[in-house]
């Protein structure tokens, strides 16, 4: 590589098709709007929100060996983030995802992660092949994890020594894919951020505030939890206790992507030393930005 890094994000790295209409829509809606094709995917998310903030974050994923592979390889590099290290397959196309969003947020979406997926453990070769570590010398700085990998990968990533001095963060792809996270609670590895649904998919119980399910979070063995509910209170907790916050009010024109902002702005904070409360607040500032349609940080 030719600048270390600050921090790896090891997930979806993928071009993101999000169209938007400016009224709220229902299932069947056929309304004016705009379609912009992006650079995403939470692992990517995650990156250029960090790399805005100064860090220097290196991707592990996969990308195909195909026109839009090389298109978004190219719009990695722009932003400063490392791609030395990304996967690229010649028999797997480059992963894409579509949303729809209204005035009353997200409508439906669908995430082509299947190429990721496919991929397996060869997107984390540079933790074992001395690139970045070894089994004998693990890779002991900060991750950023994402939930399209496979379960059984997550499982491994959870249970296997090549990160277990890793200050790992980790967040579901969706909540369709929360429980994929199981092992991390099992294990009690990690900081998990998740919103109010997936935590009560994680935990097994009935939550109905942030608050509630920092708690379920923690009795179901998470080590640390970060639990966002839209514009109501997010709360933080751990061992040490749990802190609430209610985020700043904003206009929201655009929902996609926001929880990755919160948890790169949160991590960006305290790798700068903020204390608990100033972390939380300031991870709730970038998203209420980025929600309100600005680019935040």
Request: aromatic share 2%.
């Amino acid at each position: 590589m030719s600048k270390a890094a600050d921090i790896l994000c090891i997930g979806s790295v993928l071009w993101d098709m999000i169209a938007r209409a400016p009224i709220a829509m229902r299932v069947g809606s056929d309304n004016a709007g705009r379609i912009e094709r992006i650079p995403g995917g939470v692992a990517l998310n995650i990156a250029m929100t960090l790399a805005r903030t100064g860090l220097t974050p290196a991707l592990l994923t996969a990308v195909g060996r195909d026109a839009a592979g090389d298109e978004l390889i190219a719009a990695c590099e722009a932003r400063g983030l490392i791609t030395d290290l990304v996967h690229r397959s010649v028999d797997l196309p480059t992963d894409q995802y579509m949303a729809i969003e209204g005035a009353n947020g997200l409508i439906a979406a669908v995430a082509d992660a299947h190429s990721l997926e496919s991929a397996g453990d060869k997107i984390l070769s540079p933790l074992i092949d001395g690139r970045l570590a070894t089994q004998d010398a693990p890779y002991m700085g900060l991750v950023a994890l994402d939930g399209n990998l496979t379960v059984d990968l997550l499982t491994e990533i959870a249970t296997s020594p090549i990160l277990v001095g890793a200050d790992l963060r980790i967040a579901p792809a969706s909540p369709g894919k929360a429980d994929r996270l199981a092992p991390f609670l099992a294990h009690k590895r990690g900081t998990l951020y998740v919103n109010l649904e997936e935590a009560g998919t994680l935990s097994g119980r009935s939550v109905t505030n942030s608050f509630e399910a920092a708690e379920a979070m923690l009795d179901a063995g998470a080590q640390r939890v970060l639990v966002t509910d839209g514009g109501n209170n997010a709360t933080e907790g751990s061992r040490d206790g749990l802190i609430s916050q209610t985020p700043p009010k904003a206009d929201v024109t655009r929902v996609t992507g926001a929880g990755d902002t919160f948890m790169a702005a949160h991590i960006a904070a305290e790798v700068r030393g903020a204390s608990r409360e100033m972390s939380l607040m300031r991870a709730l500032e970038a998203a209420s930005i980025y929600v309100s349609g600005k680019t935040p940080i």
